[in-house]
């Protein structure tokens, strides 16, 4: 149970995002509701691709305990940035470094990724699925093991691709698939993946439904957050319908960006 945020666009508009970030992951009413307490205090962790480099950063600290390096990371947002961040609110596997999201894979493939995730997964589904031994990740996270199956079983980084094996993990959502990847191949080539999905029963549960929900902001750049963003932030949101997907070619060179919206 998690706070998130993708950001794709000029960076100094993203940092009002982060500050909305720290406030959200403070004090979630949404949360609150669910009787889980108001804070995601279990870690954070932050992927920004900036001027042809990659800064990966966790923490087991919370972000709003550890502001310097939110500063830090302020400061980095210059000219066009991608910006993955995760807040975590430990539902599976154990509060610990190694469980705090982005997660970072390569694969045999010619392409490495970073993901993070906010929901619950069926660990011994994607175990089965993944024909993983379950000993060896019985520490690890079920959003662990989900990069782990996609670091095993995605072929490349096209749409179809992608969309593919995200499709195989919805059956094993215990309540939400809210993810985002952030993809680089062999040839340069850089592409986002957004999930927006959650179970049926939840969205005729008000209280579940209005903190798995997402937004996006599509006003100067292209952003994805959790739904308590809108609790601290005056700009112009809009609801992401469930069961949405957004793959997203990225030429950072050009500074540019093309979003396209799909049916998960």
Not at 5 to 11: R, T
Not at 135 to 149: F, H, R, W
Not at 233 to 250: C, M, R
């Amino acid at each position: 149970m998690c706070r998130i945020l993708f950001a794709v666009g000029e960076g100094e508009k993203v940092k009002s995002l982060v500050d909305t970030l720290v406030k959200a992951s403070e004090n979630d009413p949404y949360k609150a509701k669910r009787k889980w307490g108001e804070k995601h205090k279990d870690g954070w962790g932050y992927l920004l691709l900036v001027n042809n480099s990659v800064v990966h950063y966790k923490s087991e600290k919370p972000i709003f305990g550890d502001l310097g390096e939110v500063e830090k990371l302020k400061e980095r947002l210059e000219e066009f940035v991608v910006l993955l961040a995760h807040t975590r609110a430990a539902s599976q596997g154990e509060v610990r470094l190694f469980n705090v999201h982005p997660y970072h894979f390569s694969t045999e493939r010619g392409f490495e990724f970073w993901i993070f995730h906010n929901g619950d997964l069926n660990k011994e589904k994607l175990v089965e699925l993944g024909k993983f031994n379950g000993e060896v990740l019985k520490n690890a996270s079920d959003s662990y093991t989900m990069g782990v199956y996609l670091s095993r079983k995605l072929e490349g980084i096209e749409k179809e691709q992608i969309l593919r094996r995200f499709r195989e993990l919805k059956g094993t959502v215990n309540s939400a698939l809210n993810t985002a990847s952030l993809f680089i191949d062999a040839n340069g080539k850089v592409r986002g993946f957004i999930t927006a999905y959650m179970k049926d029963d939840l969205l005729k549960h008000e209280t579940e439904y209005n903190y798995y929900r997402l937004l996006k902001l599509k006003k100067d750049l292209f952003a994805v957050v959790s739904s308590t963003f809108e609790l601290y932030s005056d700009l112009p949101f809009e609801h992401v319908e469930n069961g949405t997907a957004f793959y997203i070619k990225i030429e950072p060179k050009e500074m540019k960006f093309e979003v396209e919206e799909i049916k998960l």
